[in-house]
Structures are given as C-alpha cells and as structure tokens.
C-alpha cells in the first residue's frame, strides 16, 4: 500500500499542469473545513468545523495546521517551477509528497471524526509543517538545505522519507 499511495502521488505531483490549493474552505475563515478531490488518492469531503469544534475541540488545531500546509504546498509547487533540477528541487518535492500524504490521512480521519486520530494527525503535520517551513525559507534566500527530519511524520502518513526520495530520484532520472 505505502508504494501504491507513493508512486501515485509521485506521478501525480509531477504531472500535474499547473498549481493548486487543496483546500476550497480553511475551517477558520469558512464554517466549513473542505478538501478538495485528489484523483487517486483521495476523495474531496467537507464538514462544519464550526459545529465539529463544540464537541471535539482538536478540529482547531487540525484545521490551522492544515491551512498551512496547504499555503506551503502551493508556496513550493509555485516555486518548483522556477528551479532547475537539483538536490533543492528533490527535498522540495520531498515535501509536497508528505504534505499530499497528510491530506489524505486527514480526509481519512475526516470521514470518521474521532479526537484522538485529530490529535495524532496534528502532532504529526505540525512537525511536517515546520520542516516544511524550514526549507522553504532556505531554498528561497538560496541557502543551503540541510533541516532536521521529522522522519516518524513521514512513516505516520504512510511516505517514508527513504522511499519518498527514491521514487524522486527514479521519476527525475537520477540515480
């Protein structure tokens, strides 16, 4: 399952003609947290955070997390496009390959609202989220970029770093 979910998210991300958001609602500034579709890996949903929230309180913090997550991906994948192919654009990859994993457990855990699993997902796409962060910033001033892994977030949304990185490096020819 994990190459499955890999190798489409991979090929997807790669193909993919253009930049987009993942989210049509935030949770925060809409009533209702919405993702969008992701052909063949995951399936658009929505629910009412707003209401969610009154009875599991982590929806908060999971809606905040994934809104930037989302900014983030959009951020890279904008970037991406100016790079030439490097080490840079490899761990930038690297990251919407985890973020894009992360919104699929998060729909997962969407369908079936359970505050534990929300609690779980936010502790994990925190950590990604400031990895994530991390790099952006350094590819952007064009530093150098070395960030401590987060290597049990990726196994928790199903990519492990290794693995994310040689389906990169298989996709972009390198060896």
């Not at 989210?23 to 955070?49: E, H, K, N, P």
Request: proline share 2%; aromatic share 6%; hydrophobic share 45%.
């Amino acid at each position: 399952m994990v190459a499955a979910l890999l190798n489409v998210i991979v090929s997807r991300l790669l193909s993919g003609s253009g930049c987009q958001k993942l989210l049509d609602g935030d949770g925060i500034t809409t009533a209702d947290l919405s993702v969008r579709s992701m052909q063949g890996i995951f399936d658009s949903i929505s629910v009412d955070a707003r209401l969610v929230r009154k009875s599991i309180p982590a929806i908060g913090e999971a809606c905040s997390i994934a809104k930037n997550l989302d900014e983030y991906q959009f951020l890279i994948c904008s970037l991406i496009r100016s790079l030439p192919d490097s080490p840079s654009k490899l761990a930038l990859q690297k990251y919407r390959v985890a973020i894009t994993a992360s919104f699929a457990k998060l729909v997962t855990s969407l369908k079936e609202i359970r505050q534990d699993d929300l609690v779980k997902w936010s502790r994990h796409a925190r950590s990604l989220l400031e990895e994530t962060s991390e790099a952006y910033v350094k590819a952007k001033s064009n530093a150098k970029l070395q960030v401590a892994s987060h290597r049990e977030a990726f196994e928790f949304f199903g990519v492990p770093e290794d693995r994310i990185d040689a389906a990169l490096k298989a996709a972009y020819g390198i060896a």
